[in-house]
């Protein structure tokens, strides 16, 4: 099978990350699967956003300043007022700005719900943003999975959605909750170096030191890696057991070409313009 070519946040490279329009404009240029991330508000609204926290590289407040830090969490601030902030350009000189010089901003784009996302014809990998090192910044993940599952249901979508995390009881919560929705294990050098706390109480050490047996052994569907963490060997075993491999965030068509030659099974990418034809 052809690889899967994500989204990641829409596309953005090209777009403003995780908004409404970027998504259309990814689609109309031919993406028809994303990855993107959801948050929870103070009443209890998912929200699309990559940080627990307004990320002052891309948010202005109502009166068109840039927001400083440190920023509002999500879960202390309503959906209503977390539509206040425009998050349609990169603040310029950012860290941001410099990675996505391409990006072609849209003035007075907003953080969508995840019930508006799940509205567009496509397929989703929602990044469910728990962080077992801050667990004050966000709502229990449980809880989280609770809201999320909720939001996938109102929407009738669960036939075009995948679950992922860094933080597993995310994926644990919703296996109890939706046994039949596809889940994908995300993994960093960070995240398996310190993988008892982001695992909750499993790591590489116990099976053998394979991180791909571990996805395995949680009765996962697919590993997500980081793709300078991936091999060739690793990209084999995976497959042995069963998984699929989507690897992320790949930006450049050499090291796109490298991994299709490997077998992986999908490309999350901020560019999926330079994905070969």
């Not at 994303?34 to 209890?44: H, N, T």
């Not at 709502?139 to 989280?144: G, Q, Y």
Request: proline share 9%; net charge negative.
């Amino acid at each position: 099978m052809p690889v899967e070519i994500i989204g990641h946040r829409g596309a953005r490279g090209l777009h403003p990350e995780n908004t409404l329009d970027g998504f259309r404009a990814a689609m109309r240029a031919g993406v028809t699967r994303f990855e993107l991330d959801a948050g929870v508000s103070a009443d209890g609204i998912v929200v699309v956003h990559h940080d627990p926290a307004l990320n002052p590289d891309i948010a202005r407040g109502p009166g068109g300043a840039w927001i400083t830090p440190p920023p509002p969490l999500l879960k202390d601030l309503t959906q209503a007022e977390i539509a206040r902030f425009d998050v349609g350009r990169i603040r310029p000189g950012s860290p941001t700005a410099r990675r996505f010089p391409d990006q072609v901003p849209n003035d007075g784009a907003r953080m969508p719900t995840l019930d508006a996302v799940l509205a567009l014809p496509a397929h989703f990998t929602i990044e469910v943003k728990s962080i077992p090192t801050h667990p004050e910044a966000t709502i229990a993940p449980e809880a989280m999975a609770e809201r999320v599952a909720a939001a996938i249901d109102a929407a009738c979508a669960a036939g075009r959605i995948t679950v992922s995390s860094f933080d597993w009881r995310v994926q644990r919560a919703m296996r109890r909750l939706r046994p039949a929705l596809p889940l994908a294990y995300l993994t960093s050098a960070e995240t398996v170096a310190g993988a008892p706390l982001w695992w909750n109480g499993s790591s590489p050490a116990a099976h053998g030191g394979s991180v791909a047996r571990a996805v395995a052994a949680e009765g996962g569907d697919t590993w997500s890696p980081e793709y300078p963490d991936l091999s060739l060997d690793a990209v084999r075993e995976a497959h042995a057991l069963g998984l699929r491999v989507v690897t992320w965030t790949v930006n450049t068509r050499e090291e796109m070409d490298r991994l299709i030659a490997w077998g992986v099974d999908g490309i999350i990418t901020d560019r999926p313009d330079r994905a070969p034809a």
